[in-house]
């Protein structure tokens, strides 16, 4: 299962210069607005140094690793959507993501021209808030225009409170704010989850400093910090001249990886593995998922005619040299359909057809 992040943000704030140095793909990148019209995506292997060890331990043939993908789209400006500049129309594109990540110019450069003429994060990140939210607005506008009818001329009481519901979000979009922050019952959040809202989704915001920057200390949460210039130097160096470089500058992780583990704990995103000669795959999961529903991920059919999962811990498996090991010393399980998977779970999962 492979998850979405849109990025977003204003003209010339890093966003393709980000989306480069996480994708390693060549996408226009230039110092004028709208540079990015059509949508750039790219699917990135996640970083897991225990899928590794798993490969090691069972001389696996092959190593595959879960996946995040990224989903780049044109800059907004302020009143986008009333036409300004490309308008908000691409932010179609991102309704299906699992989460946002919003850019944050800190960065000083004075070459790179500022939409606003000035460098100011929390102003930038208003003004994208807003227009998610003015976007937003006119979805529920839309879906208000066409219930309302219907029930004018066929009273329903599901109807009736997805009116009331739509009601309840046009008063809290039209002030600006995001539905994240709405207080919802777990019918409305059904209806909600249906109509793909982009201030419902999860945000993180990256702050994109100057190089050096460990820590902007900029009041926005959650967010990290990277310089994504550097990030896509990096990027373009062969793997080794990269780690060195990084290795001078002082750089304990990538732009990537801290995106990606921001992301995974945004989404609340755990990895379990399956493991053996053949291959060692890591797989990406919601927390709390039960055993039939993590085998789904593997295969559908897995999940219809569940019986058992066969559980190692990953640190289990480690210490004790792989299967055999873990069943001589008592660390092997077999665990039933309310099992609950955790982090790093080595497992083996039985089925009918």
């Not at 400006?77 to 908000?88: D, I, S």
């Not at 890591?282 to 219809?304: C, S």
């Not at 092997?332 to 089925?351: A, P, T």
Request: aromatic share 6%; net charge negative; glycine share 6%.
């Amino acid at each position: 299962m492979s998850f979405q992040i849109g990025i977003v943000g204003l003209p010339n704030v890093g966003k393709s210069t980000l989306f480069k140095a996480l994708t390693r793909k060549s996408v226009t990148i230039e110092n004028y607005p709208f540079a990015t019209i059509e949508p750039n995506v790219g699917v990135v292997e996640v970083p897991d140094e225990r899928l590794n060890k798993l490969t090691e331990i069972c001389a696996s043939a092959k190593t595959i690793p879960t996946t995040i993908e990224f989903v780049d789209i044109a800059g907004l400006v302020k009143n986008a959507h009333q036409g300004e500049g490309l308008g908000n129309q691409f932010l179609a594109n991102i309704r299906e993501v699992d989460a946002i990540a919003q850019v944050v110019r800190a960065f000083s450069d004075p070459k790179i021209i500022h939409v606003a003429s000035e460098v100011n994060p929390l102003s930038d990140a208003e003004v994208v808030n807003v227009e998610l939210a003015m976007a937003d607005f006119t979805t529920v506008e839309k879906r208000l225009a066409a219930l309302k009818p219907k029930l004018k001329t066929l009273p329903d009481k599901i109807l009736l409170g997805q009116v009331e519901c739509l009601e309840k979000l046009q008063l809290h979009l039209n002030q600006g704010k995001p539905i994240r922050e709405l207080s919802l019952n777990e019918t409305e959040q059904i209806f909600v989850k249906s109509l793909s809202l982009l201030t419902a989704k999860p945000l993180l915001y990256v702050i994109n400093a100057d190089e050096g920057v460990i820590d902007a200390a900029i009041n926005i949460k959650p967010s990290i910090t990277i310089s994504a210039k550097l990030e896509a130097e990096l990027a373009d160096l062969p793997p080794a001249e990269a780690e060195k470089l990084s290795q001078e500058l002082g750089l304990t992780e990538t732009g990537l990886n801290k995106l990606i583990q921001a992301s995974y704990r945004l989404l609340d995103l755990i990895t379990f593995f399956t493991a053996g000669p053949q291959e060692s795959r890591a797989w990406t999961i919601k927390r709390g998922t039960k055993a039939p529903q993590a085998a789904g991920v593997i295969h559908t059919d897995f999940e219809q005619g569940f019986i058992r999962a066969e559980v190692i811990a990953y640190t289990d498996f480690v210490a004790t040299g792989g299967e055999t090991g873990a069943k001589t010393a008592g660390k092997f399980r077999l665990e039933g359909k309310d099992y609950v998977i955790q982090d790093g779970d080595v497992c083996h999962f039985r089925f009918s057809t």
